[in-house]
């Protein structure tokens, strides 16, 4: 199900989803981005237009695959135009009610075989898989932001989550050139579940003193690699 992605969907014109519109443009495929919003679609453009441009400014990328990947990109407000999409993914609102009536309606949409990931931090994929038919084909793509630099991508499975659905998406990941990690359908999955808790602590001793907040910061900065303040 889902094994050839050649179409990927992205719902949310902002940073996060046209920074993952351009990396499945990058690694070859067609990308549809929906966004509601015509002038988020053009701001998203522009962005990845001048992003792919300094990536061939850069020798990252030739011109010709430069020029290639920006004719793959469709831009729309129609959800009605993911009809064609092997997987969506959503990168909206981090609101559980928002992404869950977004499901429902990709659902409706899209074809049988599509998978469906959500690029939320937090939001419990299991839950999300609820609002649909098909909860085996819903997981989590946790992108680190912004998606074309940061290397990390979350993978999170729901209860339903199929075998063939996460291999399907760590392909997708790996393609787009990504470090892939798996967590389960747990609160903060790993990356935010370590990290809250330490940015919390930090708080907490500029609370009681330990230091100012700028010796905190700088501590944190060249003394932990884990910092991603």
């Known amino acids: 199900m889902g094994s050839t992605i050649q179409v990927v969907g992205v719902v949310g014109g902002g940073q996060m989803g046209s920074g993952i519109a351009q990396l499945a443009l990058t690694a070859g495929l067609d990308a549809i981005l929906v ?4 002038e988020a679609l053009s701001r998203a453009t522009t962005s990845i237009n001048d ?3 300094r990536l061939i400014n850069k020798g990252s990328l030739s011109q010709s695959l430069g020029s290639d990947a920006l004719r793959r990109l469709r831009c729309t407000s129609n959800l009605e135009d993911l009809q064609s999409a092997d997987v969506v993914i959503e990168a909206i609102v981090e609101s559980e009610v928002v992404k869950k009536k977004l499901f429902s309606e990709l659902d409706k949409i899209t074809k049988d075989s599509v ?3 959500s690029n939320t931090s937090s939001i419990s994929i299991t839950r999300l898989a609820s609002a649909t038919s ?3 084909q ?8 912004p998606p074309p630099i940061m290397k990390l991508v979350e993978i999170v499975r729901g209860a339903e989550t199929s075998d063939a659905v996460f291999a399907t998406v760590k392909t997708l ?7 892939v990690i798996c967590s389960q359908d747990y609160p903060g999955f790993i990356v935010n579940r370590i ?3 330490m940015i919390n ?3 907490f001793a500029l609370y009681t003193g330990v230091a100012t907040k700028e010796d905190i910061d700088t501590g944190m900065k060249l003394g932990s690699s884990c910092w991603t303040g």
Do not use: Q, W, Y
């Not at 819903?138 to 932001?145: A, D, Q, S």
């Not at 990941?173 to 470090?179: H, L, N, S, V």
């Open 173 to 179: 990941a790996e393609r787009f050139g990504k470090t």
């Open 201 to 203: 602590e930090a708080f």
């Open 138 to 145: 819903v997981i989590g793509m946790h992108f680190m932001n």
């Open 195 to 197: 990290l809250m808790p």
């Open 51 to 53: 992003s792919i441009t």
């Open 35 to 38: 966004d509601s919003d015509p």
């Open 134 to 136: 098909r909860p085996c």
């Open 115 to 117: 998978i469906l990931a």
